[in-house]
């Protein structure tokens, strides 16, 4: 079992920033990588960013890159998505999510990740 939890969700002004965390604790020698999802009212939750947790390859979705950065602390075992550049298209409930199976891809499905945070939530208003 892993453990996920996320914080640093609120409310920021279009063009602001945010730093969302993921704590993760338990099982974590089964990790193979943590991901950010996120899901707008009405809209399937979609990819936003993953990383190796060995090697530390990061993807990106194509709406967030060169925007968003997510990054690891091994010895904090967590897991960090800096936000720039905040979008009116942003908002969403963030979830952080853990893989514990080998993969070749970028870890952008959300049947890779049998583990998942609460949810943290962002808005973007002004």
């Known amino acids: 079992q892993v453990q996920l939890v996320e914080s640093g969700g609120g409310l920021v002004q279009p063009g602001g920033s945010l730093r969302l965390s993921c704590g993760a604790s338990?099982?974590?020698?089964?990790?193979?990588?943590m991901g950010w999802f996120r899901q707008a009212p009405g809209k399937e939750r979609e990819f936003v960013a993953s990383?190796?947790?060995?090697?530390?390859?990061?993807y990106y979705a194509g709406s967030v890159k060169g925007r968003f950065t997510i990054s690891r602390d091994y010895s904090k075992n967590t897991v960090y998505l800096q936000m720039n550049s905040l979008e009116p298209e942003d908002p969403a409930v963030y979830y952080c999510?853990?893989?514990?199976?080998?993969?070749?891809?970028?870890?952008?499905?959300?049947?890779?990740?049998?583990?998942w945070g609460q949810g943290t939530q962002v808005t973007v208003s002004s």
């Open positions: 999510a853990a893989a514990i199976s080998g993969s070749s891809g970028t870890y952008s499905y959300t049947y890779e990740y049998p583990y």
């Open positions: 338990g099982r974590l020698f089964s990790m193979y990588a």
């Open positions: 990383v190796r947790w060995s090697g530390g390859s990061r």
